[in-house]
């Protein structure tokens, strides 16, 4: 990459692998890892993974110690490099259009994939924290070879103000989505604590794969016809739910557009590589568990309010509309649907080299979740609205209907009618919306202890895209931007920091009020 292609606070970057290190003697031999069984081992690239060719994952670590490349690189080796994904390239059938892709083992040398910059040290003794964050946007200008497997870690060892060391792992979404990747990244750590077991997580409801089952409602003084009437009210909401969810994701891919915001780039200027920056911030985790119990809801919730907020706050401060108007804008919100894994199963698909008992890849449906843009006087409205809305999502199989649907439309009408179908989902709404759940202590990733995980993509149409990532005791904030759309990203950033602690502080006057009374 040419060093005028970069930000001006770095120097330029090499375009080759820096490989300052050499296999030792006694190195695992999964340190170039092999396959003699690749034909036997090929498995179809799906339909999902198909539509993800220009998307890419982003994951920023903060590390609490100076980067120690050798055991990193042996870490890798030992854990991640081992997954059949992880050492497996895209092949194709060879014919024209390139269908039937699949996934086709290949060797691993683990020091092709670690990526040592250098940064000017002037921007760096400066500004480090900028340094970083420049280095870390100017990733997705860096081609990757696909003659290799799409992942790759670069090492920033530079102190900033959060961690002593930055690694940023990037990825093609078509391994992994985000879900999965942060499962396996947390399979490969462990408890900083004990090292010898795998991190500690927060308990979840056990999920099949469905994302809503009706609840039935019984009584014994009921009458047969109120006791079928209770028993099949749930499946007509369910059903009622479903297909209007599924009527406004199709007017979505056809006509309907969001209304035009400063979130959102002019009509028709539909880009998928705009200059992205990657920023983040950190939350109290106990004070989002605070408003959770005080509002009697969920971290999602919370979540959702507090984003609809800080829109709120950033569109009104932009456009200098009155406080009485209201508008609104709509979130992909992507979903898992694969059943729930713990992180010993993970663990074991790694040791095996084999996903038998993981259903891996990108599993993913769509949400089409609606963010109400107003200023409330009462800061916990926000987080009522984003209950009522998040509750009448989980009422619907619209992620489900949107996930089976996008496979079935790749695999009869072919890649490009999914495509279509995907990037007007896209272009059509005006951000995206996930939230990830990481462990509830402290980690150490390849024998570095972790001090902050956050993770993002590029790839999208979309101008903002806004990531939850737990970790410990903290939430971090993850914005991916357009620079052209956002060059105020840092007060975008202070919005949704000032509206939790708003919500945060209405919340602490509603328990003061339920305890006196």
């Known amino acids: 990459m040419d060093a005028s292609s970069v930000s001006p606070s770095m120097a330029s970057v090499p375009t080759s692998r820096l490989l300052p290190i050499r296999t030792p003697r006694s190195a695992p031999a999964e340190w170039t890892t092999t396959d003699d069984s690749s034909a036997a081992t090929e498995e179809p690239v799906t339909p999902t993974a198909r539509l993800m060719e220009a998307i890419y994952i982003v994951v920023t670590i903060g590390l609490g110690s100076p980067v120690n490349l050798p055991v990193f690189s042996a870490g890798v080796a030992a854990e991640l490099a081992r997954y059949a994904r992880f050492r497996s390239i895209q092949v194709t059938d060879g014919s024209k259009d390139g269908n039937n892709p699949r996934w086709a083992r290949t060797a691993v040398n683990v020091e092709d994939h670690m990526i040592v910059p250098t940064l000017d040290p002037a921007a760096v003794e400066a ?6 964050e420049d280095y870390v946007a ?3 200008t860096l081609p990757m070879d696909r003659s290799r497997p799409l992942w790759e870690f670069h090492f920033l060892d530079y102190p900033t103000s959060e961690a002593a060391s930055t690694v940023v792992f990037r990825v093609h979404h078509s391994l992994s989505d985000g879900m999965s990747l942060i499962t396996m990244l947390l399979a490969s750590a462990r408890s900083a604590a004990d090292p010898t077991r795998l991190p500690a997580m927060p308990d979840q409801p056990a999920r099949t794969g469905a994302i809503y089952a009706p609840r039935h409602r019984e009584s014994a003084s009921a009458g047969a016809l109120a006791a079928f009437i209770a028993w099949i009210w749930p499946y007509l909401v369910l059903a009622w739910n479903t297909m209007v969810d599924v009527s406004f994701f199709a007017a979505t891919t056809v006509f309907l557009r969001d209304p035009c915001t400063p979130f959102r780039r002019a009509e028709g200027d539909v880009t998928f590589n705009p200059r992205r920056r990657f920023v983040h911030r950190s939350l109290s985790l106990d004070d989002v568990k605070f ?3 005080a509002m009697s809801c969920t971290v999602n919730d919370v979540l959702v309010g507090a984003t609809s907020a800080a829109l709120s706050r950033y569109y009104f401060r932009k456009s200098g509309g009155s406080n009485t108007y209201r508008t609104w804008l709509r979130s992909v919100l992507l979903v898992n649907t694969r059943p729930t894994a713990s992180l010993q199963t993970y663990a074991n698909m790694i040791e095996s080299g084999r996903s038998n008992d993981v259903a891996w890849g990108n599993q993913l449906g769509y949400i089409l979740l609606p963010f109400h843009l107003a200023m409330h006087d009462d800061p916990l ?15 619907s199989l619209e992620a489900i209907f949107t996930c089976k649907t996008s496979e079935v439309v790749v695999k009869m009408f072919g ?6 179908i995907f990037r007007r989902m896209f272009s059509n709404t005006t951000i995206s919306f996930s939230n990830l759940v990481g462990p509830t202590e402290k980690i150490e990733l390849c024998g570095h202890p972790v001090v902050f995980i956050a993770p993002s993509v590029y790839g999208v149409p979309q101008a903002l895209i806004v990531h939850y990532q737990s970790y410990n005791n903290t939430i971090k904030i993850v914005l991916s931007v357009d620079e052209e759309i956002f060059p105020d990203y840092s007060q975008l950033l202070d919005d949704f920091v000032v509206s939790f602690g708003l919500i945060k502080d209405a919340a602490s006057r509603l328990s003061e009020s339920i305890k006196k009374e």
Do not use: E, H, Q, T
């Open 138 to 140: 100017s990733v997705y």
């Open 291 to 293: 408003v959770k119990n």
């Open 415 to 420: 890649l490009k009618a999914g495509a279509f």
């Open 381 to 395: 409205a926000y987080v009522r609205k984003a209950k009522m809305i998040v509750d009448r999502k989980k009422s």
């Open 127 to 132: 500004d480090p924290d900028r340094a970083v």
